[in-house]
């Protein structure tokens, strides 16, 4: 009877140890930088807003992301990042203060058909309840390519937003296509 027990412990070890490390993957996968769209950003740089004595400073934190739809066009977002133990650790939870800015760096071409409002990139903003979005649509009328940066809460949303355009221009010797013969719907 002794043995069954140590033999009860050990898998019981064994099992706890297993959902544990499950656990930790899951915390790293949702930490607040973790993105979800098929790049990550790139950083630009970090400027240190807030200094702390032993832990990380608060920080504004640039980085930039190509359209993954649309070849031509790359955005740049600026977001606040936490210090202390909590961003230290990776489980505070962020400010919806995102700003957002879009150009035309080379010329356009759709890769493929759009929707409107569709996902061009999103990030977690806290471990569990936060996250933000970068999505994009098609003005029509102008030919313009709208951006719009938000964070969203799984309980009362944010009110906080950025928004940028992006005229679609000739480059070069190539014609501006119209983003209204890209959009479905």
Excluded at 92 to 107: F, K, N, T, W, Y
């Amino acid at each position: 009877m002794q043995t069954r027990s140590a033999e009860t412990r050990r898998i019981m070890t064994r099992t706890m140890g297993g959902i544990a490390a499950a656990l930790v993957c899951a915390a790293m996968a949702l930490a607040p930088g973790a993105a979800t769209a098929n790049d990550d950003p790139d950083l630009i740089f970090k400027k240190s807003t807030v200094w702390k004595m032993l832990t990380p400073d608060d920080k504004l934190a640039v980085y930039g992301i190509d359209d993954p739809a649309v070849e031509g066009v790359a955005c740049h977002y600026t977001v606040p990042e936490r210090g202390g133990v909590a961003g230290m650790f990776g489980v505070a939870e962020e400010v919806s203060d995102i700003s957002l800015a879009c150009r035309q760096i080379g010329p356009i071409r759709f890769k493929n058909r759009v929707e409107q409002g569709e996902v061009v990139f999103r990030e977690r903003r806290s471990l569990i309840w936060k996250r933000m979005q970068i999505v994009r649509g098609c003005d029509a009328k102008r030919n313009v390519l709208v951006y719009l940066v938000y964070s969203d809460k799984l309980i009362d949303g944010s009110p906080k937003n950025s928004t940028s355009t992006v005229p679609i221009m000739p480059w070069g010797s190539d014609a501006a296509p119209k983003c209204s013969e890209w959009v479905r719907g």
